[in-house]
């Protein structure tokens, strides 16, 4: 199977970056193939302006979603835009590594979504959600957290689920893509080494039969 996997960290000796690596090793190792996308060594640009696209619609009033539209129709995409785009398409699953930062994902990766995700390629005219572009493609959201797994459980933090209801629901799912369980391992500068060498031979194990699993209900909060 064809994995793609988006990853948004600064930091090479994170466990994020060791998630990163190790998964890419067990994909390849288990025969599938395996693209990339390391937003901060590709230096990727998060702003997103009239600088994705080659063509114009409107020179006198820019608008995001229309000028999307049109550079559909005109293979009007500026190159790197048009690269990542087709990594999307290509990918039977997609991954997102990445720590949650301010209960949310950190800009570069927010603003791939932004440049990368455009309306008449990725969605519209009715194409979302079961209808959606990607239906039948699975994505799945794997991440670190600073707090301990308690603070996401109680009222503290509030329900990691509904956290990540809007990269679940509003940004995959829309797309058509169903949705695997979020892979989180919780307060990483908490944990020993031995903890955190456990944790990654967990996840090493699940990414060995992530294909078998069944998506999840993403809830309507």
């Known amino acids: 199977m064809k994995i793609l996997i988006i990853y948004a960290h600064p930091e090479p000796q994170s466990m994020n970056s060791t998630m990163f690596k190790s998964a890419i090793d067990t994909l390849i190792n288990a025969g599938h193939e ?11 640009n998060p ?14 009033f820019f608008k995001q979603q229309l000028e999307e539209e049109y ?10 835009i048009e690269e990542e785009q087709q990594k999307v ?31 008449g390629r990725f969605y519209g005219n009715g194409r979302i959600y079961e209808n ?3 239906r039948g493609k699975k994505a799945l959201l794997s991440l670190t957290t600073g707090g301990p797994e308690a603070n996401y459980i109680n009222e503290k933090y509030g329900d990691l689920a509904i956290i990540l209801h809007s990269l679940q629901r509003g940004i995959l799912e829309f797309t058509g893509f169903s949705v695997l369980r979020p892979h989180v391992i ?14 990654l031979e967990i996840w090493r194990t699940r990414l060995m039969d992530i294909f078998e699993e069944a998506p999840i209900v993403v809830g309507n909060y």
Request: with cysteine; charged share 20%.
């Open 34 to 44: 395996v693209k990339v996308s390391d937003l901060y060594a590709m230096r990727f």
């Open 47 to 60: 702003v997103s302006d009239r600088s994705n696209f080659t063509t114009v619609n409107d020179p006198a």
């Open 89 to 119: 398409e290509w990918c039977d699953l997609m991954v997102w590594q990445f720590p949650l930062w301010w209960f949310s994902i950190p800009a570069i990766l927010k603003g791939w979504v932004d440049r990368v995700f455009a309306m």
């Open 132 to 134: 959606g572009i990607f």
């Open 186 to 199: 919780y307060g990483t500068e908490r944990q020993s080494v031995e903890e955190l060498a456990l944790e």
């Open 71 to 80: 550079a559909s129709q005109a293979n009007g995409f500026a190159a790197f």
